[in-house]
């Protein structure tokens, strides 16, 4: 192969033209022939027997031109990409083939968009606000109650029913006196004060006794669905038995049970140092992220197009794999999500444009800061990938090509120059006694997040089983995870 031609056009664009010399372009045909040659018939000759020089007289010389070059175009665009002195980015696209000398040679044309020229703004300095955190003993106490619920004991209470208690009901929903589907249930467990029902059912239970018969006058909400929204209801409900949790004493036989700690005190500590931590954590990602979002406003480029549907094919793809660990078809997650690929793919591309300028940002600040990263740098992040995801090193080798690794080392010493330059802007308002969960703003950290609203079953039942926390996925090396 030759490079005829490497021309930066208009539009942050590349012309290539590489010339597929006629030996080559014979051997790819030669490779289209074996590939096919079982499929062809030719009197005389069993399937697959007949030489290609027949072949080719009986059908045209042209028969395997269309899957030689089809073929040959994966090594076209590699070595067009490797032998141009320009930085290309995103997926080259093949614009011609011209063929020449009785088709025994060609010309491939292709089509490149070019790296961007990339500007940023001051990133030295940066500020934003940043909460001082702490944990009041009112958390650690919410902590610690709803701990002992999980591992209260339920019995049966021989009294009237009260909020908090687990209820055995039969009941039937009635609208203009008629029953209506999904209305009704047998023995079913409610826990008062839960939500499992429309507002007011609950309340409603609450004083009735075992044994005891009630209709119960609701209205349904009007955000409930179409046929039921802002109706009447009356619920025929029986109590057919009354449970109540009863919680472990708060001592230190309790702190031995649910820790690995000997003293109610010492769990406390544990708990609170805990908090602290997650709280500390979420409010750095926070104001990073707060950071980076500023320094990307000064971001001076022209993003092709290619570098965004680039990133959005990572992304669809981030999700495929997810979906797949979980047992479940992209497919079928879109379609419980109640979209179709297309718009999934157009609901990602803010964030993916948000991606790429970020990521061409903290380029192009680690090389003016003229960043290197020194072998032992490199070594330990390859051991520290090796030991995230259960591997051997020489494995994270190869699935990690090392120009990416150091170009990731790069990136998060951007990111730390930015942090550790940064200034904390002085809070408007004082943080009130009610600790909220703080709200993460974008980072630099991909992956995706669905939300589905849901609508509140007439009756839902559920489980007293505490979900684990999901646990996150660090971003360095995180090419080794997903090859």
């Known amino acids: 192969m030759k490079l005829n031609k490497s021309e930066k056009k208009e539009n942050n664009e590349v012309e290539l033209v590489v010339e597929i010399e006629a030996e080559e372009l014979d051997g790819a045909i030669n490779k289209a022939y074996l590939k096919n040659r079982n499929h062809i018939a030719v009197p005389g000759f069993r399937k697959g027997k007949a030489p290609r020089k027949i072949v080719e007289r009986m059908y045209g010389a ?10 040959i175009m994966p090594e076209v665009l590699r070595y067009a990409i490797e032998e141009t002195d320009f930085e290309i980015v995103g997926y080259p696209k093949i614009s011609d083939v011209d063929l020449k000398d009785d088709n025994k040679s060609a010309e491939v044309i292709i089509m490149a968009a070019l790296y961007p020229e990339v500007k940023v703004g001051e990133y030295k300095g940066v500020s934003a606000p940043k909460p001082v955190v702490e944990v009041l003993d009112a958390d650690v106490d919410r902590d610690i109650e709803s701990t002992r619920t999980r591992n209260a004991r339920i019995e049966k209470a021989e009294r009237a029913a009260q909020n908090g208690d687990i209820t055995v009901i039969d009941f039937e929903g009635f609208v203009d006196n008629v029953a209506f589907e999904g209305g009704k249930g047998e ?9 499992q029902f429309i507002p007011g059912f609950e309340e409603k239970v609450e004083g009735m006794v075992e044994g005891e018969e009630r209709d119960i006058d609701l209205v349904f909400p009007t955000e409930y669905q179409e046929d039921l929204a802002g ?11 009354v449970k109540e949790k009863i919680l472990p004493e708060l001592d230190d036989e309790f702190a031995k049970d649910v820790s690995e700690f000997d003293t109610l005190d010492e769990y406390k500590a544990d708990i609170k140092a805990n908090m602290l931590e997650t709280r500390q954590k979420e409010v750095d ?6 950071l980076l979002d500023k320094v990307v406003e000064t971001l001076e480029a022209d993003v092709p197009e290619a570098m965004i549907e680039e990133r959005l094919d990572a992304a669809i793809q981030n999700m495929s794999r997810q ?10 997650y879109l379609q419980m999500m109640g979209m179709t690929p297309e718009m999934y793919r157009e609901r990602m591309r803010e964030s993916s444009e948000k991606q790429v300028r970020l990521g061409l940002a903290l380029k192009k600040i680690a090389e003016l800061e003229g960043f290197e990263i020194s072998e032992e740098e490199l070594e330990d992040e390859y051991k520290d990938a090796a030991e995230r995801f ?7 080798k190869e699935s990690a090509p090392r120009e990416d690794i150091i170009e990731d080392l790069k990136v998060r010493k951007a990111i730390k120059l930015i942090v550790d330059n940064a200034k904390v802007e002085e809070l408007k308002e004082e943080p009130t006694e009610e600790k909220k969960p703080t709200k993460k703003a974008t980072t630099k950290k991909t992956g995706t997040k669905e939300e589905a609203a849901e609508k509140k079953p007439a009756a839902k039942k559920t489980t007293t089983t505490k979900k684990p926390a999901a646990k996150k996925e660090t971003k360095s090396t995180k090419s080794a995870k997903d090859e």
């Open 187 to 195: 023995n079913y467990e409610l826990e008062l004060g839960s939500g």
């Open 323 to 332: 979906m797949s660990s979980y047992g479940m078809q992209p497919e079928q």
């Open 231 to 241: 109706k009447a209801v009356v619920f025929k409900v029986k109590l057919n038995e």
């Open 62 to 71: 042209d028969i395997f031109l269309s899957d030689a070059l089809e073929g």
């Open 390 to 396: 259960s591997m051997e090193v020489d494995k994270i």
């Open 285 to 290: 990602e926070t104001f990073e992220g707060v």
